[in-house]
Nanobody, 125 residues
């Protein structure tokens, strides 16, 4: 099993930056692809970014390309999402998720087995 805890959310003005962290526990973390998703009120949860188990195979949603960067540190069981040039439409609860061992990054929630509790990101205009 993998347990995930997100942190780093908060209130920021448009154009600002936040760095989200996801602390993972569990023996299979270092062999699991990790994804970042977000869910705004009244909307479905959507893929933001993902990183393969070895730090490669990084993917971004079109809305995140050029502004967000994801990375992981397997030695510390951590995954990160650096968000720059934030916009009001980025406001949402952000979740990290772990996929199956030796799996690949996918863009759907069904491809992930474990989820954190989420962290709120609010971008004011």
């Amino acid at each position: 099993q993998v347990q995930l805890v997100e942190s780093g959310g908060g209130l920021v003005q448009a154009g600002g930056s936040l760095r989200l962290s996801c602390a993972a526990s569990g023996r299979t973390f270092s062999r699991s692809p990790m994804g970042w998703f977000r869910q705004a009120p009244g909307k479905e949860r959507e893929f933001v970014a993902g990183v393969g188990w070895n730090g490669g195979s990084i993917s971004y949603a079109d809305s995140a390309k050029g502004r967000f960067t994801t990375s992981r540190d397997n030695a510390k069981n951590m995954v990160f999402l650096q968000m720059n040039s934030l916009k009001p439409e980025d406001t949402a609860v952000y979740y990290c998720a772990a996929g199956p061992r030796w799996g690949v990054v996918v863009f759907t929630t069904a491809g992930y087995d474990y989820w954190g509790q989420g962290t709120q990101v609010t971008v004011s205009s």
